[in-house]
């Protein structure tokens, strides 16, 4: 089986956390393959922008994620990997970057973003993530 380290991103701005939907029609959060020599925190922030033209900054680790999938285009089972970032962004602006396939995003409250996003370990993810971005954003 094919192994992928990913990382990705939990942004939030206020109360609220972005999600994306891509072109399956699942709700995920935006994240990124981590090529030869690039650090984790970096290829998050470089796929939030990318994938939501968003800027935003890392806060703290949230958490790992595993999962395994059948991909088409290499007829091969994968495991994926993800290193997630508790990221916040200035404000609500984005563009989702529909080149990538993805068709709508934005920022949504926990609940919304936890009734719409497709995959229960992201949900899970959100949740936690949101309770360290409250204490962190208190503290700071």
Sequence with gaps: MRQRVCAGGVVFAGEKVFILCNDKGEWVLP??????????????????????????KILA?????????FSLSRRAPISNKIDWFIMQAAGEEYQVNTDEGFQEGGFFST???????????????????????LAFTKEG
Excluded at 61 to 69: D, L, N, V
């Design 61 to 69: 680790p949230a958490g790992e994620t595993c999962y395994e999938f």
């Design 31 to 56: 994240k990124g393959v981590i090529r030869d020599g690039e650090h984790a925190g970096d290829v998050a922030i470089q796929r939030v922008r990318h994938e939501a033209g968003i800027d935003a």
């Design 111 to 133: 609940e919304e973003a936890g009734d719409r996003i497709t995959y229960s370990q992201d949900r899970a993810l959100i949740h936690l993530a949101y309770e360290k971005y």
